[in-house]
């Protein structure tokens, strides 16, 4: 099982331009989270699913747009990328409870 | 909503000594726990969590404490060790079908040989 993917692993945009990060999980997992994390402020939910067809605003969902493609992927959109976007993405996947955690892109907005 | 504070946001010890991190949440309806660690530019890990009818938990050199009543929990490592170097974050959630889950900021922990 490959849990928890990410692409891609890094990318950078300039201020306006568009991109959806995507994320997949082969665990058969209902849930799954997109964070964004910058430093000093730990882990800051930007939206949920907590089952396919389904999406929930979390903390900081403002610039974000996501989709829940089926069970295994759920993407997120940045439609007109701004400076304070600059941070890393972690999606997350969950059964119930613990959260399994994507090895991250790191987004830098110039 | 839920929040999570988390203290002290850095903390050094000698190795071999304990590390206490500790966290408050504001919802008690908050029933689930987790503690993650991270290390540097890898991805947040379980390391320990609990659950709201269970007091305290131990795995090892890890134990996780819970006082419901006034909504704190702590992360207690003892005979800390340089590879314990990392970022750790406290969590709390709601079991509800809404599913979400609310970090604390981190603690910053270094271990010095």
């Known amino acids: 099982n490959a849990g928890v993917t990410q692409t891609p692993k890094f990318q950078v945009l300039k201020t306006g331009q568009s991109m959806t990060l995507q994320c997949a999980q082969d665990m058969n997992h209902n849930s799954m989270y997109?964070?964004?994390q910058?430093?000093?402020m730990g882990l800051r939910l930007i939206y949920y699913s907590a089952s396919e067809g389904t999406t929930d605003k979390g903390e900081v969902p403002n610039g974000y747009n996501v989709s829940r493609l089926n069970k295994r992927e759920?993407?997120?959109?940045l439609e007109s990328a701004a400076p304070s976007?600059?941070?890393?993405y972690f999606c997350a996947s969950s059964p119930r409870d613990l959260q399994f955690f994507g090895?991250?892109?790191?987004l830098t907005v110039l | 909503g839920e929040n999570v504070e988390q203290h002290p946001s850095t903390l050094s010890v000698q190795e071999g000594d304990s590390a206490v991190i500790k966290c408050t949440y504001s919802d008690s309806a908050s029933n689930y726990f987790p503690w993650y660690k991270q290390e540097l530019g890898k991805r947040p890990q379980l390391i320990i969590d609990i659950r709201s009818n269970v007091g305290e938990k131990k795995d090892q050199r890890?134990?996780?404490?819970?006082?419901k009543t006034a909504k704190h929990f702590s992360l207690h490592i003892t005979e800390t060790q340089p590879e314990d170097s990392a970022v750790y974050f406290c969590a709390a959630r709601r079991y509800t079908s809404y599913d979400k889950v609310i970090f604390g900021p981190g603690t910053s922990l270094s271990v010095i040989p």
């Open chain 1, 38 to 40: 910058d430093p000093g």
């Open chain 1, 85 to 88: 976007q600059t941070s890393v």
């Open chain 1, 74 to 77: 759920f993407s997120l959109r």
């Open chain 1, 34 to 36: 997109w964070y964004r």
């Open chain 2, 62 to 67: 890890i134990a996780v404490t819970l006082n």
């Open chain 1, 103 to 106: 090895p991250g892109t790191r």
